[in-house]
């Protein structure tokens, strides 16, 4: 049971490149989340899933789609990375209404 | 609408004394709380969540925290600071999305160190 896992842990773009990142669990969580992680900002939501299928903004959604085709998958795309995504990334899934697990992070730079 | 203020960005205490983190939250809703902590270039670690049960709630390694409604408060503490908890420490309130899940609201977080 490896819970939460994201893919890859760092990486380096240059502005205007694209990019997936991978979420992945095994706990069969309906709900999957997207947040960033800047200093002196704690952690704000992307985008969030409630089922496969659906997606939905939460905070700071410019600039970033995602993708629920399957339940255990998320994944979050930048499609023209800009110097202001360079961020912490985390994943987390949970049981509707339940405690959120989260993922180890993926750290990016966009030069 | 809700928020979370962690009213100290930084605190620093001698190994073996007591820890205080501060917390002020607001919420329309009767909120769950949260305290994670982060070690460098680690993941979200969860110390322990309030649920509407006892006010007094105790975590992992040592950490308690009290769900003072009045004051609007969710204080972390622990008796004895070990050099292990020098971490970040985030309070976090989650409230339910009217579509369904949870929208967690973080604090700024709080740098604790612990020195010798």
């Known amino acids: 049971n490896a819970g939460v896992t994201q893919t890859p842990k760092f990486r380096v773009l240059k502005t205007g490149q694209s990019m997936t990142l991978l979420c992945a669990q095994d706990?069969?969580?309906?709900?999957m989340y997207w947040y960033r992680q800047d200093p002196g900002m704690g952690l704000r939501l992307i985008h969030y899933s409630v089922g496969e299928g659906t997606t939905a903004k939460g905070e700071v959604p410019d600039g970033y789609n995602v993708s629920r085709l399957k339940k255990q998958n998320f994944l979050l795309g930048l499609e023209s990375a800009a110097p202001s995504q360079t961020s912490v990334y985390f994943c987390?899934?949970?049981?509707?209404?339940?405690?959120?697990?989260f993922g180890p992070g993926t750290r990016l730079t966009v030069l | 609408a809700q928020s979370v203020t962690q009213l100290d960005s930084h605190v620093s205490v001698s190994e073996g004394t007591p820890v205080l983190l501060r917390c002020n939250y607001s919420?329309?809703?009767?909120?769950?709380l949260f305290w994670y902590v982060q070690h460098p270039n680690k993941g979200l670690q969860l110390l322990l969540k309030?649920?509407?049960?006892?006010?007094l709630v105790k975590g992992i390694n040592g950490f308690e925290a009290e769900f003072k409604k009045s004051e609007t408060s969710f204080p972390l503490t622990k008796p004895s600071a070990h050099m292990s908890d020098a971490a970040e420490y985030f309070c976090v309130v989650s409230i339910p999305f009217t579509g369904g899940g949870n929208k967690l609201t973080f604090g700024t977080g709080t740098q604790l160190k612990v020195e010798l």
């Open positions: 987390a899934s949970s049981y509707p209404q339940r405690l959120q697990y």
């Open positions: 309030y649920t509407s049960a006892a006010t």
């Open positions: 919420s329309s809703y009767s909120p769950s």
């Open positions: 706990m069969n969580h309906e709900y």
